[in-house]
């Protein structure tokens, strides 16, 4: 492995940092402009439900939240696939 794929790497990962980070910004401002539900006090889970959560629970979306979700949950697959595809073709 050579410097210039270890600064692939780092900038790679950095690059994921960022993207994860703004994309959990926006679905807490989302989540904030819809009111939606919170994890349970006694839950272990802080926060707001998962984008999954909200989809496959009995709370009631409008369709414009089902399809903002679908949409996000989409956005989050690619990013995870990006990184995990980028790393695994120096396997």
Known sequence: MTLSSHKTDLCTLILFKIMHDYLQEIYFDWCIK???PK???GSPFKGYLSADDLMHSNYQLTKTQKDWL???????MLMEANVIGFNSKEV
């Open 70 to 76: 679908k949409n996000y949950s989409r956005l989050w």
């Open 34 to 36: 819809n009111d939606m």
């Open 39 to 41: 994890h349970s006090e």
